[in-house]
């Protein structure tokens, strides 16, 4: 949004408002203040407040008449009001609406506050919205928090589990799993199709701002399978694109070498240099993909039904989605397989200007569970 987001913070406590205060203004917006429901009612009857930041305990949150919060504990409510509502404020009618547990980490207000203020740009720029990318920004925040809170079941946290109890559980995880990746790829795929994409292009290093972070996250180091994520980067290699679409790419090509892949195995991944581009290679021992269905894979909702993938969900928007990002570069993405065998997945980007060279690198990451 071009001018600034006004917020209104409501929360007795004063150490509380300042310390959301010095955030949200570090984040460019601006900030006034309540200290009640009834006071926040009338503040919002006025022009100029974009969202509101609302403790649940404060006094006098009925006057709000909003839907309650989960639970019995403090929680944090983020709201963001219709940009165009003509007349009094209607706070009960929020454009977007987020809970959040307290206490709340500077981190979760920063990410909370991007989703909430993502819609109201949204509502700004395009009066009539996609339903498909409303839905998943609302349901990608408690989709998280469900598959953080089943895997933490699954490792024990909270106790042993029995046999059938783990099933569950694993089952409560995988599905969830399938949703989120769902959604992120409806989000991913409406800004592609719906909203110009300018200005994207830079120089990018693909190891240390695409793979290595992606590497590191626990989903995948830590992934349910047991399989190793090796990497072998024989030198830095800089490409033309952008390192957040990139991101997405790798995720989607990970995510499938985890999903069809074979328990105990490595996904191999390579960055070297293929001619006058680079080349970014995700490699996995699994049910593979026969030949005649390769033509497929990356169309919209072009998902198999392959013999060993049975019970294996997904949405066929992954690697059409990684198709789309890689040629909006004016790059490719090639396939190679062998049923039963390996899936091979090769990404092709132009090189950006030569860097220096460094040591080989072949590092492992993720559990070893194999003696």
């Not at 789309?324 to 200007?353: C, K």
Request: net charge neutral; charged share 25%; hydrophobic share 35%.
């Amino acid at each position: 949004m071009a001018d600034p987001i006004h917020l209104l913070l409501l929360d007795h406590d004063l150490s509380i408002r300042r310390r959301y205060a010095s955030i949200l203004e570090e984040e460019g917006c601006v900030c006034e203040f309540a200290l009640s429901g009834q006071e926040a009612l009338w503040r919002l009857g006025q022009p100029g407040i974009n969202g509101v930041i609302a403790n649940s305990t404060a006094p006098g949150m009925a006057a709000l008449d909003l839907a309650g919060a989960p639970g019995q504990s403090p929680c944090l409510l983020l709201f963001s009001l219709t940009p165009d509502s003509e007349g009094p404020r209607e706070p009960c009618r929020p454009a977007s609406c987020l809970w959040l547990r307290q206490p709340v980490i500077d981190k979760q207000l920063r990410i909370a506050l991007g989703m909430v203020f993502d819609t109201v740009d949204k509502i700004t720029d395009r009066p009539h919205l996609d339903e498909a990318a409303i839905l998943a920004h609302e349901f990608r925040s408690p989709l998280a928090s469900l598959r953080t809170t089943a895997e933490t079941l699954r490792k024990g946290y909270y106790g042993e589990l029995s046999a059938p109890q783990q099933t569950a559980v694993e089952s409560i995880e995988r599905n969830s799993g399938y949703l989120q990746d769902t959604i992120n790829c409806v989000g991913h795929m409406y800004q592609l199709e719906n909203k110009p994409v300018t200005g994207v292009k830079e120089v990018v290093d693909l190891l240390s701002e695409v793979v290595e972070p992606i590497l590191d996250r626990p989903e995948y180091r830590d992934n349910g399978k047991g399989m190793r994520l090796t990497l072998h980067a024989p030198e830095p290699l800089r490409v033309v694109g952008n390192w957040g679409l990139l991101r997405i790419v790798l995720k989607n090509l990970i995510n499938n070498a985890i999903k069809y892949g074979y328990q105990d195995t490595d996904i191999q991944i390579r960055v070297e240099q293929s001619g006058r581009q680079a080349m970014l290679c995700v490699r996995n021992a699994g049910i593979g993909i026969p030949a005649a269905d390769l033509g497929r894979l990356f169309q919209r909702f072009g998902r198999l039904r392959l013999p060993g993938s049975e019970g294996i969900k997904g949405s066929g928007l992954g690697l059409y989605l990684c198709r789309r990002i890689v040629e909006l570069f004016d790059g490719s993405i090639v396939v190679q397989s062998e049923p039963g065998q390996y899936a091979e997945f090769r990404v092709f980007l132009n090189r950006a200007r030569s860097s220096s060279k460094r040591p080989r690198r072949c590092i492992a990451v993720g559990r070893d569970n194999r003696t």
